[in-house]
């Protein structure tokens, strides 16, 4: 098959150091046939390799920017995987995601993004994910955060400040606060794994039906 338009593949190097033990925390997480939703694809290539490496699940890409879908859609022509949608145009902000039905995803997976968008981004993340996420499903999220009690890395304090220094809006979220708007949308925090370079994987689980 011919590699279509080569050159709208993006690359993030961060990508080849964290896919791996992302995986390690998400794959236990996701049933066979599982559906996953990946808010903010961003390149594309952590859907590719999730999905290479899970082959049962179905993975859903998504991104606001068209340049970023441009790129989803390239390396999945590339790779030729079966298990990969058409990445979809959506913004964590809207009040409405595009997608069929809701309650339909096992897993909504979000790489990055909480300190790279304002605060609307995470509220609007919470919002969305409890809407299409199956009862008992899961909200997995991954990059750096600011913890009580807990010194800050003297990296993730310059990245904080060059963060806020490009868009004040922008910054490294205070775990606390990301967890209370997840509580209030319906998410509840069950577990937080230390990753390297002083990131943080986040996993939210859904209420079942009948449990508060």
């Known amino acids: 098959m011919a590699d279509l338009a080569p050159t709208a593949r993006l690359s993030a190097p ?16 996701l049933p066979r046939a599982a559906r996953v939703l990946e808010v903010a694809s961003g390149s594309g290539e952590h859907a590719l390799f999730f999905a290479r490496q899970r082959p ?11 340049d970023a879908r441009a790129s989803i859609a390239a390396w999945a022509a590339a ?7 058409p990445p979809l145009a959506l913004d964590a902000v809207a009040p409405s995601w595009p ?26 993340l919470m919002r969305g994910a409890a809407a299409a996420l199956k009862p008992g499903g899961v909200l997995l999220t991954y990059g750096p955060y600011l913890r009580a009690g807990v010194a800050t890395a003297p990296s993730n304090a310059a990245f904080d400040a060059d963060l806020r220094r490009r868009d004040p809006r ?4 205070q775990l606390e606060d990301v967890e209370a708007c997840a509580a209030a949308a319906g998410l509840m925090l069950a577990r937080v794994t230390d990753m390297p370079a002083n990131n943080l994987c986040l996993v939210f689980r859904k209420a079942t039906k009948g449990r508060s």
């Open 14 to 29: 961060s990508v080849a150091r964290n896919r791996e033990p992302i995986l390690a925390v998400l794959s236990p997480l």
């Open 56 to 66: 049962d699940i179905f993975w859903q890409p998504t991104d606001a920017a068209p």
């Open 79 to 85: 790779e030729g995987l079966s298990n990969v949608a």
């Open 99 to 124: 997608l069929d039905a809701p309650e339909t995803m096992d897993a909504v997976v979000c790489i990055n993004m909480i300190h790279i968008s304002p605060w609307a981004a995470t509220e609007g």
């Open 170 to 173: 922008w910054g490294l979220r």
